[in-house]
């Protein structure tokens, strides 16, 4: 029921992105393009705004997904991609190789995403969540460094690209972008369903969930590596849009009312965010486009503060 | 069932704790570790239960060394109560009871008929079905500790391993534990917990095992184990043995 209710305001959004703009375009036009194709609006809906809604909505996601998965294996809601160095990790690689022109972005970004994960783990570990966030904190600090010392020293014209890819625009962008991040989703369904059943004794103390059978730290290690991988990837695609990977979770477990972010809600959640915050970029001071990043920066710092003061309530 | 600790050597970094202990657990019975602060009586229970690996020696299960079997298959023959486990926020007692399930589950499978009636089982022996829908962190010390318990009887296992489950509770709530671990080992279960209370271990205990210094000290039923001699020795207490006004079994009444 509450699942319905998800997806139908996802497509809510996704029809509103795609109708919304310069041309407007009546959503039952929307559909009828999208669905059948062959009328005046093909080229607004099929060719301009439907790839970036759907990389948007892929995207989000997989943020969504990823940060799941780590905030649920650190009991940390703080613990996503974007506080622990993945995506700093990926921003450095980007300008690295926006501003060197030696290596192809994307590519570098994602393993940029991974080797910062895999920095996090060396340090932090995986047995205790506050040593890994530290861990993770600390490694994001020196990346954002990094980035600043590879910007000051780059020439001005690469170096303003750099920042765009930084601030997370899905502006030119669609489906060439959107496509790595759909086959990563699908190669990972397997694990996915996996993790959405082995996600059920991560809450549990070690001892309670080795007293029923589980290795703990191997499975906390197994599931943050799916997490880290689909957050690294999307992360690669469309550039840090913040907060995603850590309000879509903590949303969906509110509206879930578990103990643990569901997955499958936390993605129809984070699609929906980026693609109405890539809409909102798009209307908001039309014709200026602001970046996602911007968009979802500015609704889910807000958020985190109203999280901060809950948590202190309690 | 049979579980056994065999030259078992155990401890926690550079300390040594266990050095050699040996152990049968008689089977079907209430066996009751006690012994003073520091003796090793949890790392025992830990080792047995297979939350802490032995440096040397092995912990068997009808002569298989249970930290070579497979985890899930331990788990279904083992449950455990861990010392003073944190809660998880926000799941319901049903919902951490069906945890329990976990041995028995892979993540392809369906949670099945068999499954909602070991639980549902499981709380009715552990007297917590009528707070199924209740979120375990608004329980009182007493009504969690028996969630617990419900999660490790969930396993439906033969042996259950508890680990101070008194600790932490007040007294109307200690006897209601006992009374629980009691019930459970006339219900055919071998039931190991470590007790801190002498009296109470001298009366609900089948079998006593009296640790001091890391090693067994003393072993047998509570008449044979609670004598003035071994209490002085063993916990360095000048002590009469008096006898229970209601069961007869010895208490231990300092001087």
Same mark, same amino acid.
């Given at each position: 029921?509450?699942?319905?209710?998800?997806?139908?305001?996802?497509?809510?959004?996704?029809?509103?992105?795609?109708?919304?703009?310069?041309?407007?375009?009546?959503?039952?036009?929307?559909?009828?393009?999208?669905?059948?194709?062959?009328?005046?609006?093909?080229?607004?809906?099929?060719?301009?705004?439907?790839?970036?809604?759907?990389?948007?909505?892929?995207?989000?996601?997989?943020?969504?997904?990823?940060?799941?998965?780590?905030?649920?294996?650190?009991?940390?809601?703080?613990?996503?991609?974007?506080?622990?160095?993945?995506?700093?990790?990926?921003?450095?690689?980007?300008?690295?190789?926006?501003?060197?022109?030696?290596?192809?972005?994307?590519?570098?970004?994602?393993?940029?995403?991974?080797?910062?994960?895999?920095?996090?783990?060396?340090?932090?570990?995986?047995?205790?969540?506050?040593?890994?966030?530290?861990?993770?904190?600390?490694?994001?600090?020196?990346?954002?460094?990094?980035?600043?010392?590879?910007?000051?020293?780059?020439?001005?014209?690469?170096?303003?690209?750099?920042?765009?890819?930084?601030?997370?625009?899905?502006?030119?962008?669609?489906?060439?972008?959107?496509?790595?991040?759909?086959?990563?989703?699908?190669l990972t369904m397997a694990p996915l369903a996996w993790a959405a059943w082995a996600l059920r004794t991560t809450s549990l103390d070690d001892d309670v969930a080795r007293g029923i059978g589980v290795r703990p730290v191997a499975r906390r290690y197994g599931?943050?590596?799916?997490?880290?991988?689909?957050?690294?990837?999307?992360?690669?695609?469309?550039?840090?849009?913040?907060?995603?990977?850590?309000?879509?979770?903590?949303?969906?477990?509110?509206?879930?009312?578990?103990?643990?972010?569901?997955?499958?809600?936390?993605?129809?959640?984070?699609?929906?965010?980026?693609?109405?915050?890539?809409?909102?970029?798009?209307?908001?001071?039309?014709?200026?486009?602001?970046?996602?990043?911007?968009?979802?920066?500015?609704?889910?710092?807000?958020?985190?503060?109203?999280?901060?003061?809950?948590?202190?309530?309690? | 069932?049979?579980? /056994?600790? #065999?030259? +078992?050597?155990?401890?926690?970094?550079?300390?040594?704790? &266990? %050095? !050699?202990? $040996?152990?049968?657990?008689? *089977?079907?019975?209430?066996?009751?570790?006690?012994?003073?602060?520091?003796?090793?009586?949890?790392?025992?229970?830990? /080792?047995? #239960?297979? +939350?802490?690996?032995?440096?040397?020696?092995?912990?068997? &299960? %009808? !002569?298989? $060394?249970?930290?070579?079997? *497979?985890?899930?298959?331990?788990?279904?023959?083992?449950?455990?109560?861990?010392?003073?486990?944190?809660?998880?926020?926000?799941?319901?007692?049903?919902?951490?009871?069906?945890?329990?399930?976990?041995?028995?589950?892979?993540?392809?499978?369906?949670?099945?008929?068999?499954?909602?009636?070991?639980?549902?089982?499981?709380?009715r022996d552990a007297d917590v079905a009528d707070l199924a829908e209740r979120p375990v962190e608004s329980l009182s010390g007493g009504q969690r500790q028996r969630v617990w318990i419900a999660m490790a009887l969930a396993q439906q296992t033969?042996?259950?391993?508890?680990?101070?489950?008194?600790?932490?509770?007040?007294?109307?709530?200690?006897?209601?534990?006992?009374?629980?671990?009691?019930?459970?080992?006339?219900?055919?279960?071998?039931?190991?917990?470590?007790?801190?209370?002498?009296?109470?271990?001298?009366?609900?205990?089948?079998?006593?095992?009296?640790?001091?210094?890391?090693?067994?000290?003393?072993?047998?039923?509570?008449?044979?184990?609670?004598?003035?001699?071994?209490?002085?020795?063993?916990?360095?207490?000048?002590?009469?043995?008096?006898?229970?006004?209601?069961?007869?079994?010895?208490?231990?009444?300092?001087?």
């Amino acid at each position: 029921m509450r699942y319905a209710v998800l997806v139908l305001v996802l497509c809510a959004a996704v029809v509103a992105s795609v109708s919304l703009g310069d041309i407007a375009v009546p959503p039952m036009d929307v559909l009828q393009s999208l669905l059948f194709g062959g009328g005046e609006y093909d080229l607004v809906v099929r060719e301009l705004r439907w790839p970036r809604t759907l990389l948007a909505a892929v995207g989000g996601a997989a943020l969504a997904i990823g940060g799941a998965l780590i905030q649920s294996v650190t009991r940390n809601p703080l613990a996503s991609p974007d506080i622990i160095g993945i995506t700093q990790g990926a921003g450095l690689a980007a300008t690295i190789a926006l501003t060197t022109g030696i290596v192809s972005v994307a590519p570098a970004a994602t393993a940029g995403g991974l080797l910062a994960a895999a920095a996090v783990f060396a340090f932090g570990g995986a047995q205790t969540s506050r040593r890994f966030v530290l861990a993770g904190v600390a490694i994001a600090f020196a990346l954002r460094a990094g980035i600043e010392i590879v910007l000051t020293s780059a020439e001005t014209l690469d170096a303003q690209r750099a920042q765009i890819w930084l601030i997370g625009s899905l502006n030119g962008r669609g489906f060439e972008e959107a496509a790595p991040i759909g086959v990563v989703l699908a190669l990972t369904m397997a694990p996915l369903a996996w993790a959405a059943w082995a996600l059920r004794t991560t809450s549990l103390d070690d001892d309670v969930a080795r007293g029923i059978g589980v290795r703990p730290v191997a499975r906390r290690y197994g599931l943050a590596a799916l997490g880290v991988v689909i957050a690294a990837t999307a992360t690669a695609q469309i550039g840090a849009v913040d907060f995603v990977a850590l309000v879509a979770p903590q949303l969906a477990q509110r509206l879930s009312k578990r103990e643990r972010p569901p997955i499958v809600a936390s993605a129809l959640i984070g699609a929906t965010l980026v693609v109405f915050a890539d809409l909102l970029g798009r209307r908001l001071l039309a014709p200026t486009q602001l970046p996602a990043g911007v968009l979802t920066a500015a609704l889910g710092a807000p958020y985190l503060v109203y999280l901060l003061l809950k948590r202190r309530r309690a | 069932m049979k579980l /056994t600790a #065999a030259e +078992l050597k155990a401890g926690y970094e550079a300390r040594t704790v &266990l %050095d !050699g202990l $040996s152990l049968e657990v008689p *089977p079907g019975r209430l066996t009751v570790i006690v012994g003073p602060n520091a003796c090793g009586k949890s790392t025992l229970l830990r /080792t047995l #239960a297979r +939350l802490l690996k032995p440096r040397g020696g092995a912990v068997l &299960l %009808d !002569g298989q $060394s249970i930290h070579e079997l *497979p985890p899930r298959q331990v788990a279904q023959r083992l449950g455990v109560l861990p010392q003073a486990p944190l809660v998880p926020e926000g799941l319901s007692v049903s919902d951490l009871v069906s945890r329990g399930r976990q041995p028995y589950q892979r993540w392809w499978q369906q949670w099945s008929k068999e499954d909602e009636a070991a639980v549902a089982e499981a709380m009715r022996d552990a007297d917590v079905a009528d707070l199924a829908e209740r979120p375990v962190e608004s329980l009182s010390g007493g009504q969690r500790q028996r969630v617990w318990i419900a999660m490790a009887l969930a396993q439906q296992t033969e042996a259950l391993l508890l680990d101070e489950p008194t600790t932490y509770l007040d007294l109307a709530h200690q006897v209601e534990v006992l009374g629980l671990m009691r019930r459970l080992q006339r219900g055919g279960r071998t039931v190991v917990a470590v007790l801190h209370d002498l009296n109470q271990a001298a009366r609900y205990a089948d079998h006593i095992v009296a640790m001091r210094d890391g090693s067994i000290a003393a072993e047998g039923a509570p008449p044979d184990v609670f004598t003035e001699s071994l209490v002085r020795e063993v916990f360095g207490l000048d002590c009469v043995i008096a006898r229970c006004p209601v069961s007869g079994a010895p208490q231990v009444v300092p001087k």
